[in-house]
């Protein structure tokens, strides 16, 4: 695919002839997962075009894997595995909608339909396969230090190892949304009620509280473990899950609640601070130390996309790329950003 740039320009814009539904990077690399067409890889420093990819009805999640070697990507009619390097698709499944998520050690745990397929990423090769049956599986992350997959199955959480199964929750509401934390300590669900169930590694759990009347559209935890936000209607609620004695303490920071907040994006490694895109065109960065349960947190920047922004990732720790409706693509630099 030739060279790469070693250093990201801090500023490009694409357009593509589609609607962006999400990006990722990995170093070099970004990749742009489209509704309905072929997923675009750019490089990262220019967002010149280098690759394609065509995933039948479209992706709505891309995420590379650890090492940067590999691009998962999921849709409403399945997923594939694609080698940075040469291309190749090493696997891809196109009947039935997909979910994905990769561990630490460049495992991806693919669920599709009933059944959730463990895969390693160099070959595309299935090592286990934790679930396969007839219910759908609504959701799938690792924890425990990526040494166990974490499955929502029938509105419970079941936990598997290459073992077998080592342990089975349920809720008091049904469980359709998972998150992990990098560092394992912390199992995070949501679902068909207000509020996320989170579990410690040690058996600690603990009911949060959300901040607006929607039920949970999606969980995030940033890379350091410490912050998970909870994606509702009305925008973002965020978790200190620093632990003291065993149990948790959140602390929630009440982000500014948007109606028109769509989709929302953790700094990597550094965490703390998290981008959220509106339906209005609106990009906001907060650092999330800022805020407390008393006091609601405001944003350190705000930007202007032109149209609703419906993908975000972080080129690195001041540049963020957004895509929006139009089908443009931008790497933007944040000044306010510095020092943070």
Same mark, same amino acid.
């Given at each position: 695919?030739?060279?790469? !740039? ?9 357009? $593509? ?12 690399? %970004?990749?742009? /997962? %489209?509704?309905?067409?072929?997923? +675009?890889? *750019?490089?990262?420093?220019? =967002? ?30 399945? &997923? ?31 669920? %599709? ?19 396969? =049956? ?23 959480? @079941? ?11 349920? &809720? ?5 949304? *998972? ?8 199992? %995070? !669900? !949501? ?5 996320? &169930?989170?579990?410690? $590694?040690?058996?600690? @759990?603990? #009911? ?6 929607? *039920? $949970?559209? =999606?969980?995030?935890? #940033? ?10 209607? /009305? ?38 601070? $998290? ?44 540049? *963020?790329? @957004? ?9 933007? +630099?944040?000044?306010?950003? /510095?020092?943070?």
């Amino acid at each position: 695919m030739g060279a790469m !740039a070693t250093q990201a320009a801090p500023g490009w814009e694409r357009q $593509i002839d589609d609607v962006p539904a999400a990006l990722a990077v990995s170093g070099t690399l %970004c990749v742009v /997962a %489209c509704q309905s067409g072929p997923a +675009h890889l *750019l490089d990262a420093a220019t =967002g010149q075009l280098l690759a394609r990819l065509v995933l039948p009805g479209g992706a709505r999640r891309v995420r590379f894997s650890p090492d940067g070697s590999v691009v998962a990507l999921a849709g409403p009619r399945g &997923y594939a595995l694609w080698r940075v390097a040469d291309g190749a698709v090493m696997t891809r499944t196109t009947d039935t909608p997909a979910e994905f998520a990769w561990s630490d050690d460049n495992l991806c745990a693919v669920a %599709c339909g009933g059944t959730v397929r463990i895969f390693e990423a160099d070959r595309g090769l299935e090592q286990w396969r934790p679930v396969d =049956g007839a219910v759908t599986v609504d959701d799938v992350t690792w924890f425990d230090r990526g040494n166990t997959v974490a499955v929502a199955l029938g509105g419970e959480v @079941h936990a598997f190892s290459p073992r077998g199964r080592v342990a089975a929750w349920s &809720y008091p509401s049904p469980v359709r949304v *998972l998150a992990g934390g990098t560092d394992g300590a912390w199992l %995070c !669900a !949501a679902g068909d009620g207000p509020g996320v &169930y989170i579990r410690g $590694i040690g058996g600690t @759990h603990e #009911d949060l509280p959300t901040q607006g009347p929607g *039920l $949970i559209d =999606g969980l995030s935890v #940033d890379g350091t473990g410490q912050w998970l936000a909870a994606e509702v209607d /009305a925008g973002l609620t965020v978790w200190d899950l620093a632990a003291r004695g065993g149990r948790v303490r959140p602390r929630p920071r009440r982000l500014e609640a948007r109606v028109a907040m769509g989709v929302a994006a953790w700094r990597p490694a550094r965490g703390a601070v $998290i981008a959220t895109g509106g339906l209005d065109g609106t990009l906001s960065l907060w650092d999330v130390r800022a805020g407390s349960a008393r006091r609601t947190a405001t944003p350190v920047a705000r930007r202007f996309a032109g149209a609703p922004v419906t993908a975000l990732a972080w080129l690195q720790s001041d540049v *963020l790329v @957004h895509a929006d409706r139009s089908g443009r693509v931008t790497a933007q +630099h944040l000044a306010e950003l /510095a020092g943070r």
